[in-house]
Nanobody
Framework: QVQLVESGGGLVQPGGSLRLSCAGSSDIATYNMKWYRQAPERERELVAVITTAGGSTDYADSVKGRFTISRDDVKNTVFLQMNSLKPEDTAVYYC?????????WGRGTQVTVSS
């Protein structure tokens, strides 16, 4: 089992940047790693995914060109660099590790974009 802990959230002004981290308690190299977010009264949505060994990445249309997902399997950590943040990016951001039918979740970190 892998425990995931997100960090790096906070309050930022529109146009600002944040870097989220997701630390795994054990080896994450064999997992596809994903970032999801959930805004109040909205369904959880997939924001970004990075496959094993960083083979490929994909993003929601709403964040393409602004967000970058990366991973460091030596440190068992996944990152989400978020630039040009907008108020509509406000949400709780969750880290997910997935392989076949196995899926682990972190507890989330709050990101608030407001002036």
């Amino acid at each position: 089992q892998v425990q995931l802990v997100e960090s790096g959230g906070g309050l930022v002004q529109p146009g600002g940047s944040l870097r989220l981290s997701c630390a795994g308690s054990s080896d994450i190299a064999t997992y596809n790693m994903k970032w999801y977010r959930q805004a109040p009264e909205r369904e959880r949505e997939l924001v970004a995914v990075i496959t094993t060994a960083g083979g490929s990445t994909d993003y929601a249309d709403s964040v393409k060109g602004r967000f970058t997902i990366s991973r460091d399997d030596v440190k068992n950590t996944v990152f989400l660099q978020m630039n040009s943040l907008k108020p509509e990016d406000t949400a709780v951001y969750y880290c997910n590790a997935q392989w076949w039918r196995i899926s682990y979740w972190g507890r989330g970190t709050q990101v608030t974009v407001s002036s």
